[in-house]
């Protein structure tokens, strides 16, 4: 069992980017580990590499200028860690873009330029992804994150800086050595694949 990240109580004064940092384990250690996850083959691995990460953001906190969000410092952390912990030096793999070889995830399922309703669904979503209740909520996240999981690294990884964590668009193409029209591409994609996933796993 991996034990759980030891930090200061609320109240304390150790902040980075003036936040409280036991606020930011908070709010950031599960998605910090759903993003090392990406990158390692275990959960376990996982918790270590983000560990490992808020030990480097007590060491460092006092060099961070604030030229990107904390959140966006905080994952960066979390990529150098988890690239390490991979035990070999890691460049990540060229950007992934539609290409004719390609299935658009949505292809049929949206109106085309030159529609009247170009870029808004022919087939909206299943009306079950609406729900009605706590445990239908609560069915709805297990499909999430077993779709989640489905998904290719990067795009897992994009999933959850710009859906789940809300990382800008700028952060998180710099954050995976992306373009901005990559970026776009691979988000676009993700999403598409992530409904499919959604669809095939709750809508049977």
């Known amino acids: 069992m991996v034990t759980p990240v030891a930090v200061p109580p609320e109240g304390t004064q150790h902040l980075v980017g003036g936040i409280p940092l036991a606020t930011l384990v908070r709010d950031f250690h599960r998605p910090m580990v759903n993003f090392a996850r990406t990158m390692v083959d275990s959960a376990t691995v ?18 961070f200028e604030g030229r990107s969000s904390v959140g966006t410092w905080l994952f960066g952390i979390v990529k150098n860690t988890a690239s390490r912990h991979r035990r070999r030096e890691s460049r990540i793999r ?10 658009d995830p949505l292809s049929g399922r949206m109106h085309l330029a030159g529609h009247g309703d170009a870029g808004h669904w022919s087939l909206p979503p299943s009306r079950r992804f609406l729900p009605e209740d706590r445990t239908v909520a609560q069915e709805l996240i297990g499909y999430l994150r077993a779709a989640l999981a489905a998904l290719p690294e990067r795009q897992r990884q994009l999933i959850i800086l710009r859906d789940l964590v809300g990382t800008s668009s700028e952060e998180a193409a710099t954050l995976l050595d992306l373009s901005a029209e990559a970026q776009r591409a691979l988000l676009y994609r993700a999403r598409g694949n992530l409904r499919n996933e959604l669809e095939k796993r709750y809508c049977q």
């Open 46 to 63: 996982a918790e270590e590499a983000v560990q490992e990460a808020w030990v480097q953001v007590l060491q460092s906190s006092a060099s």
């Open 94 to 103: 060229d950007y992934e873009v539609l290409s004719d070889a390609d299935a």
